[in-house]
């Protein structure tokens, strides 16, 4: 039983490429080696697939969050999802390290249409590091909500403790 939606968790695609522009499009990723850990393998499986992103067309391998990101920097992959957070050390970390790039959701509209579990968020121009200008541009991201969820034997007087809980733990908003 939900008991609600709490804060966005964004799926983030960093990409490993030449100086140029980060793809818009998931299609542009075929022929790529592509992290997909456990964290993000669902929803990303997912909307790879409708784009034509298989085993068959790239090389899908099972990393976590901290060994993508250093296969990215280290450019042993080419690709690396995330769910997490826009303040996690790892958004920080590859937003600004040099060579790789964030992808923009072109076709966000199109996810949200096929996914009702996704929202578009924007990142703006500058969210991450307003001194460095990071991102330099607004970014368009696709984001599941993090819900919270009981089992529907829970005593309904915790369930109270826990809606007025996370009300106060998180009325201020998140960072999207």
């Known amino acids: 039983m939900s008991l609600g939606s709490v804060y966005f968790e964004p799926l983030w695609v960093f990409v490993r490429g030449s ?35 298989d085993s068959r067309t790239a ?23 995330f769910v997490t957070s826009a303040i996690s050390s790892t958004v920080r970390d590859l937003i600004s390290a040099p060579g790789i790039s964030l992808t923009s959701f072109e ?39 993090a819900t919270l969820v009981v089992n529907a034997d829970l005593h309904p007087a915790l369930i109270d403790l826990l809606r007025l809980t996370m009300q106060d733990a998180h009325r201020a908003g998140g960072f999207l």
């Not at 899908?60 to 969050?65: F, P, Q, R, S, Y």
């Not at 901290?66 to 690709?79: C, E, F, H, P, Y």
């Open 19 to 53: 100086g140029g522009e980060a793809p818009r499009r998931l299609t542009e990723l075929a022929g790529k080696r592509i992290a997909v850990g456990s964290g993000t393998r669902t929803v990303t499986r997912k909307l790879m697939a409708e784009n034509g992103i």
């Open 59 to 81: 090389t899908l391998l099972d990393l976590g969050a901290s060994d993508a990101a250093a296969a990215l920097k280290q450019g042993t992959i080419n690709v690396a999802f």
């Open 107 to 145: 076709c966000a509209e199109a996810y949200l249409r096929r996914h009702l579990y996704l929202s578009r968020v924007i990142l703006p121009k500058g969210a991450i590091d307003l001194a460095r200008n990071l991102p330099q541009q607004d970014v368009v991201l696709l984001a599941p909500t």
